[in-house]
């Protein structure tokens, strides 16, 4: 089943399947260094540190999992670290983004990269890395796949800020990452193209890239070839899957060839959750399993932690969508009746009113008129008592209405009211809306269903160039436009409330706690944890 929050790597496989049938070429791959890139220089060594980032893991699953004795690996890291049921995601809560803010240490703002669609105002098209099918048609296989496997880490990854890869690169550290969709570094990379991609698109058969020291992206980029056998054929959706990635790790394990840092993107957990909804538990069964194979390549899980620093993390959470008797979708063309809203793959043009970026619980509202339409566009959006709220930004100010009341927000950064990551801010109107916490006595401010979301909405608003809303669906509810896919009876995230922005974080290996739970900080616990352990090695 199509959803959105598999992203990148499963357009890549859909785009294969409707692609085959025009040719049946192969072509040979250049044999990549990779594995030379990670001899060691000698010397003391760090302790490795295997950075597993599980799409869409929840903290509930996890503990109703534990409970039910069925996650015998995940009950161990838990038992033996630390284990975290909190961590504050990014938002819009989407791989791609969340991917880009935990590398990067920045928040969209910084980072450049808004979702998994959004509307670029200087190409005046609809940036899609891969939503679904009927999307990628009606956008066009070549438009979809140069966003996303060229401009997303080459050019769309703002080039003003670094990535974990380029930085340990400066710091003379080795890292790699396994089938991660952000994966920008300081080293050259070919991805190949089978011939039944590139020979029906515009697509090269080769594409450089940057990349870290090591990289695997699929069957796309595969520097074990030859050496072990991965799962990357057709039927393994071209090696974007956890058996694929696990695999890797293991060899690299077995080896003695571990990079400093090892990022490792499992996806297959989230493509089960979007079908069956928040509360199916196979396939953290499976990853279950999967984690312990991992653990058990070192000699046993007790060596595992002895030799590494192993991290499980989630990305983001989940909401269930209700079933299709209940009418879950918000039809946002629909909504919006005569208004002439751009399609899927047409140029931007003055000539339009409306068009939309949906990121399934949450969406992009362009007005191609300017503010005026956006004001018609947000009265609209807030009368209607299944969206949750509709934000836009003014010259120094967030604005937010409460969906199906006429309770307002504004907020601007800066102030006397501190929160407790030690931002400040000036409120106005009714906090309720965003259902924060003042205490005018003490001067500071709390978040509770809405986690870090001053930051976090601000940022997503200043994201990229042009005029535009952000709107939410109510739990239970997506939003939907022409073509994009809808998840009924299954699950689904994109917004902001805590269940799809509170994720777990298991760390094992180490003491070290990080300051901060939040994605866009960890990057930074990452570096320290790294260079600390090469202080204590005598590493200069």
């Given at each position: 089943?199509?959803k959105?929050?598999?992203?990148?790597?499963r357009t890549?496989?859909?785009?294969?399947?409707?692609s085959?049938?025009?040719?049946?070429?192969?072509?040979?791959k250049?044999?990549?260094?990779d594995?030379?890139?990670?001899?060691?220089?000698?010397?003391a060594?760090?302790?490795?540190?295997?950075?597993?980032?599980?799409?869409?893991?929840?903290?509930?699953a996890?503990d109703?999992?534990?409970?039910?004795?069925e996650?015998?690996?995940?009950?161990?890291?838990?038992?033996?670290?630390?284990?975290?049921?909190?961590?504050?995601s990014s938002?819009p809560?989407?791989?791609?983004?969340?991917?880009s803010?935990?590398?990067?240490?920045?928040?969209?703002?910084?980072?450049?990269?808004p979702?998994?669609?959004?509307?670029?105002a200087k190409?005046k098209?609809?940036?899609?890395?891969?939503?679904g099918?009927?999307?990628?048609?009606?956008q066009?296989?070549?438009?979809?796949?140069?966003?996303?496997?060229?401009h997303?880490?080459?050019?769309?990854?703002?080039?003003?800020?670094t990535?974990?890869h380029e930085?340990?690169?400066?710091r003379?550290?080795?890292?790699?990452?396994?089938?991660?969709l952000?994966y920008?570094?300081?080293?050259?990379h070919?991805l190949?193209?089978p011939?039944?991609?590139?020979?029906?698109s515009?697509?090269?058969?080769?594409?450089?890239?940057k990349?870290?020291?090591?990289?695997?992206?699929g069957s796309?980029?595969?520097p074990l070839?030859?050496l072990?056998?991965?799962?990357e054929?057709?039927?393994?959706?071209?090696?974007f899957?956890?058996?694929?990635a696990?695999?890797?790790?293991?060899?690299?394990?077995?080896?003695?060839?571990l990079?400093?840092f090892?990022f490792?993107?499992?996806?297959?957990?989230?493509?089960?959750?979007?079908?069956?909804?928040?509360?199916a538990?196979?396939g953290l069964k499976?990853m279950?399993r999967?984690?312990?194979?991992?653990?058990?390549s070192f000699g046993?899980?007790e060596?595992?932690l002895?030799?590494?620093?192993?991290?499980?993390?989630?990305?983001?959470g989940?909401?269930?969508?209700?079933?299709?008797?209940?009418?879950?979708?918000?039809?946002?063309?629909d909504?919006?009746?005569?208004a002439?809203?751009?399609?899927p793959g047409?140029?931007?043009?003055k000539?339009k009113?409306?068009?939309?970026?949906v990121?399934?619980?949450?969406?992009?509202?362009?007005s191609l008129?300017?503010?005026?339409s956006?004001?018609?566009a947000?009265?609209?959006?807030?009368?209607?008592p299944?969206i949750?709220?509709?934000?836009?930004?003014t010259?120094?100010?967030?604005?937010v209405?409460?969906g199906?009341?006429s309770k307002?927000l504004?907020?601007?950064?800066g102030?006397?009211?501190r929160d407790?990551?030690?931002?400040?801010?000036?409120?106005?109107g009714?906090?309720e809306?965003?259902?924060?916490?003042?205490n005018?006595?003490?001067?500071t401010?709390d978040?509770?269903?809405y986690?870090?979301?001053?930051?976090?909405?601000?940022?997503?608003?200043?994201?990229?160039e042009?005029?535009?809303?952000?709107?939410?669906?109510?739990p239970?509810?997506?939003?939907?436009?022409?073509?994009?896919?809808k998840h009924?009876?299954g699950g689904g995230?994109?917004s902001?409330?805590?269940a799809?922005?509170?994720?777990?974080l298991i760390?094992?290996?180490?003491?070290?706690?990080?300051?901060?739970?939040?994605?866009?900080?960890l990057k930074?616990?990452?570096?320290?944890?790294?260079s600390k352990?090469?202080?204590?090695?005598?590493?200069k």
């Amino acid at each position: 089943m199509w959803k959105i929050d598999r992203q990148i790597l499963r357009t890549i496989t859909i785009l294969v399947l409707i692609s085959i049938i025009m040719s049946g070429c192969h072509n040979s791959k250049p044999k990549e260094q990779d594995l030379l890139r990670l001899k060691s220089t000698g010397g003391a060594q760090p302790k490795k540190v295997i950075y597993v980032l599980v799409d869409s893991l929840m903290p509930q699953a996890i503990d109703r999992g534990i409970r039910a004795k069925e996650l015998p690996t995940l009950q161990y890291l838990t038992e033996h670290g630390q284990y975290y049921k909190n961590l504050v995601s990014s938002f819009p809560t989407m791989s791609v983004s969340i991917d880009s803010t935990l590398l990067t240490g920045k928040y969209p703002v910084d980072h450049r990269v808004p979702g998994l669609t959004w509307y670029s105002a200087k190409d005046k098209k609809v940036i899609n890395y891969g939503t679904g099918p009927i999307e990628i048609v009606q956008q066009g296989v070549n438009r979809v796949l140069n966003d996303a496997i060229i401009h997303l880490n080459q050019d769309h990854l703002s080039n003003g800020v670094t990535t974990i890869h380029e930085d340990l690169t400066q710091r003379g550290l080795k890292s790699g990452s396994v089938n991660g969709l952000i994966y920008r570094g300081a080293r050259d990379h070919t991805l190949s193209l089978p011939g039944w991609i590139h020979i029906p698109s515009s697509l090269p058969k080769e594409i450089h890239v940057k990349g870290p020291d090591f990289l695997t992206l699929g069957s796309l980029s595969n520097p074990l070839e030859g050496l072990t056998s991965l799962p990357e054929g057709l039927t393994d959706k071209l090696g974007f899957n956890n058996d694929y990635a696990i695999e890797v790790v293991k060899y690299l394990v077995r080896s003695r060839k571990l990079p400093d840092f090892l990022f490792v993107y499992l996806p297959d957990l989230d493509q089960k959750l979007h079908k069956n909804g928040p509360s199916a538990s196979k396939g953290l069964k499976a990853m279950d399993r999967q984690l312990d194979s991992l653990l058990q390549s070192f000699g046993s899980r007790e060596q595992a932690l002895k030799e590494a620093v192993i991290i499980v993390a989630g990305d983001s959470g989940m909401t269930a969508i209700r079933p299709s008797d209940q009418h879950p979708e918000i039809d946002l063309p629909d909504l919006f009746g005569d208004a002439r809203v751009l399609s899927p793959g047409e140029t931007g043009s003055k000539e339009k009113d409306i068009l939309f970026a949906v990121n399934e619980t949450m969406a992009y509202v362009y007005s191609l008129k300017g503010e005026a339409s956006l004001k018609n566009a947000a009265a609209l959006l807030q009368a209607d008592p299944r969206i949750d709220f509709v934000a836009w930004s003014t010259r120094d100010r967030i604005h937010v209405s409460q969906g199906g009341t006429s309770k307002q927000l504004s907020y601007k950064a800066g102030g006397t009211l501190r929160d407790p990551y030690r931002q400040s801010w000036t409120l106005e109107g009714d906090a309720e809306v965003l259902d924060l916490r003042v205490n005018k006595e003490h001067q500071t401010l709390d978040y509770d269903e809405y986690p870090d979301v001053l930051m976090r909405l601000s940022s997503a608003l200043h994201s990229h160039e042009g005029d535009y809303l952000i709107v939410t669906a109510k739990p239970g509810y997506e939003l939907t436009d022409k073509s994009s896919p809808k998840h009924e009876g299954g699950g689904g995230h994109g917004s902001i409330r805590k269940a799809e922005s509170l994720v777990p974080l298991i760390i094992g290996g180490t003491d070290r706690r990080p300051q901060s739970l939040r994605v866009v900080d960890l990057k930074y616990y990452l570096l320290d944890l790294l260079s600390k352990d090469l202080q204590n090695n005598g590493i200069k």
